[in-house]
């Protein structure tokens, strides 16, 4: 019956319910009581909703049935979200009070102070290269989307890693810049991943240089070290986010002196964003692990993870027990508009990047391949999370190092976007200089160091197949250059 239940839960992602009233909650390293403000009396007993043995294959037949069609609709329509709008076009938050009532308020309230992205639906055009995949397939078709045959306007069905990884440096940057929900600041934040190449972390301008750094089509999906690169080029890009961006190497491996030349040493360090891009397993992840995983989202440092769910991704924000929260990015919603004037986003269009809905899954059922990240805001943070890695108890998969060995740094992207384990082959990286600037190719032989201290750091690069495939590259190149700065 537990495997039938969690295998619909998996199918139906239905919201969380609060029955753990002994188990601390987590959320980027604050804790909460899991007391609810008024839990159940007696008299009045919380019973969280079953689904009935005998009819749980109908059930689920039915409940999916339901979802595609509400899904397909959404699309068609445009709509800005799978929430309800009301006849002025205004977002109804479809939230079940009485599953939100189970949970203590200051934790909802925590959950809905975060960013979340999710897919959009008619943005700007993404033109698609020559050999990427075609923006009509027969899954957008089933979908109701229909994408013009010159590239992308929608990122349902592949951006959800994108998606992922946007969630994670917001919430990365709302923590830097000590950002109050509602405020000047956030929207000045929303306004940064708004879908519009003007925009500097929009979908985009992540697309652009997934494509010209990592090798990634338009229209394929990113895996975690690709993600990871695509934000280190975008922050270094960004000088007004005050962020910079550290890809550890393989295997969790995190060098302090690489790190240092990026956040600009002890007497000048700047906030640095630190990405572990890692597969703690083969299909699911090793059971020795899963403690080493609820620290990296218990220390102060936390930012969250990206990645962790079978053939998807969810950004993933606490835990309780062994139930990991996140939220999920596979919900269409209307494209959110650049405004140069931020102070202008209208309540909704605020509102479509928050979310109150609580959602967990069991960190068994959890995939391996992931993006983890931690802030590090100057020297004294840096020491204090050493200090927390160092004497964790548990089975450790962050490893800190005083030096790089000279055989080479990490940053492997490999052909299907994780991070490998072992020897593997490197795609040529564009280092693209701030906007203003022409970008220029560097191919090495080995890693060599950032010799700008703009916080990026270069890739080794596999021979080239033939000056055809460059060319038709180059032309893929300035087709991009006409839609992203």
Known sequence: MDNIQ?????????DAVNTDHKSPLWSLGVEYSPVPDRPPTK?????????QQHNTAASAKSKLSS???NASNALRKSSPSIDQADSDGKITPEVNEFIIAS???AFVDNIGSKLYMTYRTDFPLIPRTSNGPSSISVGSLLRGQINDRAGFTSDVGWGCMIRSGQTLLANTLI???STQPGSS????????????PRAPYSVQNIVYHGWVACGKHPGEWFGPSAAARCMQITCSNFKESQLRVYIGGDAGDIYEDS????????????????LLGIRLGIEKITPVYHEALKFCLRVPQAVGIAGGRPSSSHYFFGYQNSNFFYFDPHYPRKALPYRADYESYTEDEVASVHTRRVRSIKVEDMDPSMLIGFLIRDMGDWNDWISRVENFGGRKFIHISKSEPV????????????????PNRRRKSVLVEPAGNESEDFEHIALGEDEDNNGVQELESEDEDGQKQKSQEDEDDLDFDKCAT
Do not use: C
């Open 259 to 274: 790190l240092m030349r990026v956040s600009g040493g002890p007497g000048d360090f700047k906030p640095t964003l630190v």
């Open 43 to 51: 008299s009045e007993p919380f019973t969280p909703p079953m689904i």
């Open 103 to 105: 949970w203590p308020s």
């Open 407 to 422: 055989f080479g740094q990490g940053n492997s992207i490999n052909s299907d976007g994780y991070v490998d384990l072992g």
């Open 67 to 69: 979802y595609l069609t």
């Open 6 to 14: 969690r295998f619909v839960n998996y199918l139906l992602d239905p």
């Open 175 to 177: 923590s830097l810049h």
């Open 185 to 196: 600041k956030e929207r000045r934040i929303i306004s940064w991943f708004a879908d519009d």
